[in-house]
RNA sequence: GGUCCGCUAGCUCAGCUGGAUAGAGCAACUGCCUUCUAAGCAGUAGGUCUUAGGUUCGAAUCCUAAGCGGAUCACCA
């Protein structure tokens, strides 16, 4: 039974009861009073006064009256103007932690019987990951996180595009440049290593460029004729032919590219239940446009061109079929979109990709649910923001990237240094030492991260370096490393609180009923994460309960209680939080600490 | 130009489905470590919610227009 649906449909009974009047249910809604005023719950009552027909103070206290003399959990009540304040009795919260204590599954929702690929990552072969990347890992991971909190089947997979003009040029320029050189011989991470050589095709091509334009050729000529851009492109042609040589020097560097980001997912802590490639995909889709020829849903043009007219939805044209007969970006997509389907017959699929693809997004979808697909009202694009750096967007081809490795790495120094400076490492292995600073640092930049509404742009500074203080990863981390302590002296000491009985308890400080009420609502938050595809709802709910801990860790003592009932009452709350913090934490890829 | 997204404290952001005096964190300032971890807690200060209209008992929130910033609109991927 839940308290505020129990109210609610006291309010019900009482408008039937006393204005003779059906209310339906969900016009009725309780909002959480302010913390200025006395109460748990607010019922305001100015929508409902052609109802009442009395004043709003009149209405407040008529209800307020009924509620009080029929809802036993209601002992109490305050009007302020149109505001029904409720109190309620606080042995309601002793009841209700002791449910939520005592439900092993707590936070995980029951299964619903639904599947649901969540695409995320979805690199270029050609350079190594980056800032951007980073945030695509980490929501993609964790709204995979949070929907299966929330009972649903997830596969997650990665759709790697391992082909294209972008690849060739990395290859190109290492046929010229590279003499050899790999992975073993430099010593450089294979995803870096092909990344040098994209980042020095563009610099020779913009040598050429620079040299045919003093030659007297146009900026537009120039660079369609620079001898490496058609290099690039007839290497491409060879690919696709399959050409011996061009394929071997493809599948070579593509495995140092693979090595390199296994070593990057792992640092990450993300991981995929299905691999796609492009170069397996890259010319699916063919038979999508043969269907939606036969359905009059796409049209051919005079030269043969095939296109899809979206114009009463609000969108333009858009082409499906070059007049050559070749595939275009989307075609592969919708022939994508039914090969996952056909893998693992789910009912939903989130693509995590950024906001410049929105239009794409939006004309795939309509294209499925044109056509008829089963999954079609259930195709999510994530659309997330750029991270910008304060010189601007970055540009992997001109090297002005922040490098997903590196900043992983200075994070892990970052904690490492402030650990330090805290003198907190006594009595730590080194081992254990390093294992603590590369949570700590994780943990902080993946909550910058995650912290923020996805769609929004946001903005990396590197000078001011990630906070380890306030609303951040390391204050919750933190939060939960002083539970653990709390839990390690009550086992110390004997306190029994796995299958406590709180029936003793009769009062409760403020602190104590704030925190069951944070903790009562942890599954209507993770529930509104998924329902936005938000984990940044998770960062804020975990930053709200650890700070409701820490004052309640300042305000109330523990093992300084006389009262072994009140001691152990207050033991488990705290683990009941510990416990909540690790689980939501867990749903942002964050681990928490035991001690720090 | 069309479409879409954003604009809230010095900075970074919550505040969506309209409710009370617009909230956090950082930065600044003041207190609190002989009591369970001070990466913490309590407090001070900081606001014309971009602007102008509208809707109503009530608007940061909904509608319209304007301004600023960004994305997108290829027989590119």
Not at 30 to 57: D, H, M
Not at 189 to 213: C, M, P, R, S, T
Not at 451 to 476: A, C, H, W
């Amino acid at each position: 039974m839940n308290i505020q649906e129990n109210i609610i449909q006291g309010i019900q009974l009482a408008f039937q009861n006393i204005y003779n009047h059906d209310l339906p249910l969900d016009q009725i809604a309780l909002a959480p009073t302010r913390k200025e005023f006395q109460g748990t719950y607010t019922f305001v009552v100015f929508p409902f006064l052609k109802i009442s027909q009395v004043n709003p103070e009149a209405t407040a206290n008529q209800i307020g009256e009924y509620l009080k003399g029929n809802i036993p959990s209601v002992t109490g009540f305050n009007v302020v103007k149109g505001f029904l304040n409720l109190e309620l009795n606080e042995l309601v919260w002793v009841d209700l932690f002791q449910q939520i204590y005592s439900n092993p599954n707590f936070g995980q929702l029951p299964a619903n019987g639904q599947k649901v690929m969540v695409e995320y990552s979805s690199p270029n072969t050609n350079k190594p990951l980056h800032l951007g990347h980073l945030r695509n890992n980490f929501l993609g991971f964790s709204v995979a996180e949070i929907l299966k909190a929330t009972g649903y089947e997830v596969i997650k997979s990665n759709l790697v595009n391992d082909r294209g003009i972008h690849i060739c040029k990395s290859m190109v320029a290492y046929q010229h440049f590279g003499n050899g050189e790999t992975p073993e011989s430099s010593g450089l991470k294979g995803d870096h290593l092909a990344g040098k050589y994209y980042v020095i095709f563009d610099q020779e091509y913009k040598k050429q460029i620079k040299d045919l334009v003093s030659k007297g050729q146009s900026e537009d000529e120039a660079k369609k004729n620079a001898p490496l851009m058609l290099e690039a492109q007839d290497m491409l042609r060879k690919w696709e032919s399959n050409d011996e040589a061009v394929v071997s020097l493809w599948r070579q560097m593509n495995d140092w590219v693979y090595a390199g980001f296994d070593a990057t997912y792992k640092k990450m802590g993300v991981t995929f239940d299905k691999f796609y490639y492009e170069s397996d995909t890259y010319l699916l889709g063919k038979d999508i446009v043969e269907e939606g020829l036969e359905k009059g849903i796409f049209f051919k043009k005079e030269n043969g061109s095939v296109w899809v007219d979206l114009t009463e939805e609000g969108l333009d044209e858009k082409l499906v079929r070059r007049a050559d007969g070749t595939s275009v970006y989307i075609t592969q997509d919708l022939g994508t979109a039914d090969l996952k389907y056909k893998d693992f017959k789910i009912d939903k699929s989130v693509y995590v990709v950024g906001n410049e693809q929105d239009y794409h997004f939006e004309v795939l979808f309509k294209i499925m649910r044109k056509l008829g697909r089963s999954y079609g009202d259930g195709l999510y694009h994530l659309s997330y923001g750029m991270v910008d750096l304060p010189t601007g967007k970055m540009k992997s081809r001109e090297g002005t990237v922040v490098d997903a490795d590196d900043l992983m790495q200075e994070m892990i120094e970052t904690a490492e240094h402030h650990t330090k400076e805290l003198g907190k490492i006594e009595g730590f292995s080194d081992e254990q030492a390093r294992e603590l600073y590369e949570i700590l640092g994780l943990g902080a930049l993946k909550f910058f991260l995650l912290k923020v509404d996805p769609k929004k742009r946001m903005l990396f500074n590197p000078q001011e370096s990630i906070e380890f203080q306030g609303y951040t990863g390391p204050f919750i981390q933190y939060s939960h490393a002083r539970i653990a302590a709390i839990l390690r002296k009550a086992d110390q000491i004997g306190v029994s609180y796995s299958a406590p009985d709180f029936t003793g308890i009769s009062e409760l400080t403020e602190s104590e009923a704030a925190l069951i009420l944070l903790l009562n609502d942890y599954e209507k938050k993770i529930k509104l994460a998924a329902e936005e595809l938000s984990p940044s709802v998770i960062a804020q709910y975990l930053f709200d309960l650890a700070k409701e801990y820490n004052r309640f860790y300042a305000d109330v003592p523990i093992f300084h209680e006389k009262d072994l009932g009140i001691q152990t009452f207050r033991v488990a709350l705290s683990s009941m939080t510990a416990k909540t913090i690790k689980k939501g934490m867990s749903l942002l890829g964050i681990a928490v600490p035991e001690r720090m």
